[in-house]
């Protein structure tokens, strides 16, 4: 498989059609044309032909899509089969918030450390799991196997902790901080960012033309 | 201003640009051209330009760009100079970290309700405000003025309540319950999806992604 090719724009698909897929399987659907999918998913159905077709394609000709071999073969793509461990940096509301959920990549996701530089935090824990001070980071990514950073906290923090984070060779970022730290790093880095507060503006955006329009 | 016309890609970079040009101003910039915002954000230059001009351009030939002006004037479009009211539904560990912070859209949202479906919580408190039975919905919306409505609650309960809250006069929706919502709702009803897991796993394909290109 040569995943180097695939666009970007088709890997953001791959996690809905994973989600659709599910849907349907709980629904007791074993097979789907492409065209049924579309009207469901509302994109075109050569859409998603082209996207599937980026991985070899899965469908039959007269028959369509086996649901759950291409939900499993999505799933296989997106990496959910692998075990990832993940540590969390920044402990406010939104953090725990990720370090409570616990079936993020259908379980795949292993969280092994919360980190914080708030003094009165340290030393506390979430479920389980013990909050250490960030300045304890470079020792602790040598001692263990970390593959993810979960950045939850503000900013100006978040920049720092990540130049940190990728000297000490975390390679994958989910960045939940107001900022797209794509100045500061290297571009192998891999960082997907969340940003709640973008998501909200194109929503009252979207309510203000409304508005004007109604005019 | 012709806000129908504008494509959803547009919508969605808006507020990087507005983050970006906040950024600018805190470090003392006070005008840029669209070559220098180009390389900072890493889009085209034509790209700003196409974008900005869809709300009549914003720039000087020979000047560029008053990053203060500019700033100002996308935070208008965005909404962000409006107070819009909102509830959140759902107050697990998301629900509350979405209610605890108080600084969306530059304190522009007013929480103004919390509901639940657990008996348990209702009648406790997230800083101030009680939280309410989702049985409640349809006398406080027709009792209160609600823009938006924050679904952060299982996929299940979440078609359902989004059907309420509709009926009931809602117009827009923060939905962050692992569903598009897409097929229950009213096509005027507006919906952003912010979908954590799909972001998760985009990130795990292209941590997947580098190490089969590696071997």
Do not use: C
């Amino acid at each position: 498989m040569r995943n180097r090719e695939i666009s970007k724009a088709v890997i953001s698909r791959l996690p809905r059609y994973y989600r659709y897929l599910g849907d349907l399987l709980n629904s007791g659907t074993e097979r789907i044309s492409s065209g049924e999918l579309s009207q469901l998913m509302k994109v075109t159905a050569s859409q998603i032909r082209q996207d599937l077709n980026n991985f070899g394609g899965f469908g039959q000709q007269g028959y369509g899509y086996n649901v759950r071999y291409l939900r499993d073969e999505i799933g296989k793509i997106l990496g959910l089969e692998q075990n990832h461990s993940m540590i969390i940096i920044g402990t406010g509301h939104l953090g725990k918030a990720l370090a409570n959920y616990e079936n993020f990549n259908r379980g795949s996701i292993r969280i092994v450390g919360l980190f914080d530089v708030r003094e009165e935090v340290i030393g506390t824990k979430v479920r389980q799991t013990e909050i250490r001070s960030v300045n304890e980071l470079p020792v602790f990514l040598k001692e263990n196997d970390v593959e993810i950073a979960v950045l939850t906290l503000p900013k100006n923090n978040a920049k720092e902790v990540a130049r940190i984070l990728v000297e000490n060779g975390i390679r994958a970022i989910w960045n939940f901080a107001y900022t797209d730290l794509n100045l500061e790093l290297p571009e192998d880095v891999i960082v997907e960012n969340v940003h709640l507060s973008d998501s909200l503006m194109q929503l009252t955006y979207r309510l203000h033309a409304v508005e004007n329009n109604g005019q």
